[in-house]
């Protein structure tokens, strides 16, 4: 796309962000969102993360009316809660979050597939360990991580599948313990402090020194979902091949 076109639709993705550091996080949805936009004909695709105040606001006044895709993993407290308030405030529509998209779960099994073919392994010899944030507020978190989790349990015939959270029971550290040849799916949408730093850490409490995939947003399909999606839910679009 070029800076001369005309859209006649738009989208924000909205994630947590990092409090610490909101230059970075906002950076790297930025960049994700130009990668959404290239698959969607007509339409301006704009980010913003929650820890950067006033930054929706400001990215709600450019775009002018658009919707708003959450880039979380759950229909959980910030998605239910705090970004549902602030779309009805600006009347706007939220569509709904990444983690429920229907073909992340196919996405993730070639992920894990590629991973496995990498070290020469077999799902049937190999455990996995889903590692996801959790919360102390609601249980829509540990739900959704649990769900993907059985999901992908069932497709590729781990020999067992775990899941450990960050925020509550049973945490990270406990679950991986004794898992043998394994490999580890984080659950987590963006490259925060946790997936640098209580997610690696987690796994060496208990020992577990196998390979790790990276955060959601990293994967080479993660654009492409987000684009059919905002095309499925928002209005008519056509999405060029990849």
């Known amino acids: 796309m070029t800076q001369s076109a005309v859209f006649s639709r738009s989208a924000v993705l909205v994630s947590h962000g990092s409090p610490s550091d909101p230059p970075e996080q906002e950076a790297a949805l930025a960049d994700l969102a130009a990668r959404v936009s290239e698959r969607l004909d007509d339409w301006e695709v704009g980010s913003a993360t929650l820890a ?16 708003i895709y959450p880039f979380f993993m759950a229909r959980g407290w910030f998605t239910g809660q705090v970004l549902a308030k602030k779309a009805r405030a600006m009347g ?7 983690g429920v998209e229907p073909d992340l779960a196919v996405s993730a099994q070639r992920e894990l ?29 540990a739900d959704s991580a649990y769900a993907f989790a059985r999901t992908l349990q069932s497709a590729m015939g781990f020999t067992t599948t775990r899941t450990g959270f960050i925020e509550q029971p049973p945490f990270l550290k406990d679950v991986a313990q004794g898992m043998g040849q394994a490999v580890c799916l984080p659950y987590f949408a963006q490259q925060s402090g946790h997936m640098e730093d209580d997610v ?6 208990a020992g577990f020194d196998g390979p790790m995939l990276p955060a959601f947003m ?13 095309a499925r839910q928002g209005a008519e679009a056509t999405i060029p091949d990849a």
């Not at 080479?220 to 059919?228: E, K």
């Open 113 to 141: 597939g590629a991973l496995l073919d990498q070290h020469g392994w077999e799902a049937s010899k190999t455990g996995l360990i889903v590692a996801a944030h959790g919360s102390n507020v609601s249980r829509t978190s």
């Open 200 to 205: 690696p850490a987690g796994l060496a409490a």
């Open 92 to 98: 706007l529509r939220m569509l709904e979050p990444f």
């Open 52 to 67: 950067d105040k006033g930054r929706l606001e400001s990215e709600v006044a450019r775009l002018g009316s658009p919707v």
């Open 218 to 230: 990293s994967w080479a399909d993660t654009p492409r979902l987000i684009a059919t999606s905002i």
